[in-house]
C-alpha cells in the first residue's frame, strides 16, 4: 500500500470504506455505553450525593442560624429582665435605707426625749432636796435663833413640833 492509499477518496478507491466506518461507529456507541456504565452513572450517583450533602449543610446552617437568632434574642430579654429586677432591687434597697434612716431618727428622737425627762425628774428631784434641806437648815437656824432671843431651852418635841410647822407654812407658799 502506497501512502495514497490512505486517504479517503483517493483516485485508488473511488468509494469510501464502509467497513471501517461501521466499525469505527460500533466502537465509538461501545465506548458510549462503556462510559455510561462505568464512568457517567458513578459520577452522576457522587454529584447526586455532593448535591444531598449541600443541601443538608445549608438547611443545617439555616437551622443553627434561627438557633441562634432565637437565642440572642432570649439573652437579650434575659438580660432586660435582669436589668429590671437590678432596678427593682435597687430602689427596694433605697426604700429600706430610707424607713431605717427614719426609724434611727425617730429612735434617737425618742431617746432623746427619755433623757430630756429623765433629765428634768432628775432635776426636780435635786430640787425638792435641796429646798427640803434648805428647810431643814432654815428650821434649824430658825429655832436656835428663836432659843436663844427666848432665852429658854426648847425641848426636841418642841423643835421638831416648830420644824414641821414652819415646813408646812414653806410649802404652803411655794
Given at each position: 500500500?502506497?501512502t495514497?492509499s490512505l486517504?479517503?477518496?483517493s483516485?485508488?478507491?473511488p468509494?469510501l470504506n464502509?467497513?471501517?466506518i461501521?466499525?469505527?461507529?460500533?466502537?465509538f456507541?461501545i465506548l458510549l455505553?462503556l462510559l455510561?456504565?462505568?464512568?457517567w452513572?458513578?459520577?452522576?450517583?457522587?454529584?447526586k450525593?455532593r448535591?444531598?450533602?449541600v443541601?443538608?449543610e445549608?438547611e443545617?446552617a439555616?437551622?443553627?442560624?434561627?438557633?441562634a437568632?432565637k437565642?440572642l434574642d432570649e439573652?437579650r430579654?434575659?438580660?432586660?429582665?435582669?436589668?429590671h429586677?437590678?432596678?427593682?432591687?435597687?430602689e427596694?434597697?433605697?426604700?429600706?435605707?430610707d424607713l431605717q434612716?427614719?426609724?434611727?431618727?425617730?429612735?434617737?428622737?425618742?431617746?432623746?426625749n427619755?433623757?430630756?425627762e429623765s433629765?428634768?425628774?432628775?432635776?426636780?428631784?435635786?430640787?425638792e432636796?435641796?429646798v427640803s434641806?434648805?428647810r431643814?437648815q432654815v428650821?434649824?437656824l430658825?429655832v436656835?435663833i428663836?432659843?436663844?432671843v427666848i432665852?429658854?431651852?426648847i425641848?426636841?418635841?418642841?423643835?421638831e413640833?416648830?420644824i414641821?410647822?414652819?415646813i408646812?407654812?414653806?410649802?404652803?407658799?411655794r
Open positions: 500500500m502506497t495514497s486517504v479517503l477518496g483516485a485508488d478507491h468509494f464502509t467497513g471501517d461501521v466499525f469505527q461507529l460500533v466502537m456507541i455505553i455510561k456504565i462505568f464512568a452513572g458513578p459520577l452522576m450517583g457522587i454529584m450525593q448535591e444531598e450533602h443541601a443538608n445549608i443545617t439555616e437551622k443553627s442560624r434561627a438557633e437568632s437565642l439573652q430579654e434575659l438580660l432586660k429582665e435582669a436589668r429586677e437590678a432596678q427593682g432591687l435597687i427596694n434597697a433605697k426604700k429600706q435605707g434612716r427614719e426609724e434611727i431618727i425617730n429612735t434617737a428622737r425618742a431617746e432623746a427619755r433623757l430630756k433629765a428634768k425628774i432628775e432635776i426636780e428631784q435635786q430640787k432636796q435641796a434641806a434648805l431643814e428650821a434649824s430658825s436656835l428663836a432659843s436663844k432665852e429658854k431651852e425641848t426636841v418635841d418642841d423643835q413640833k416648830l414641821n410647822d414652819y408646812q407654812e414653806a410649802g404652803e407658799k
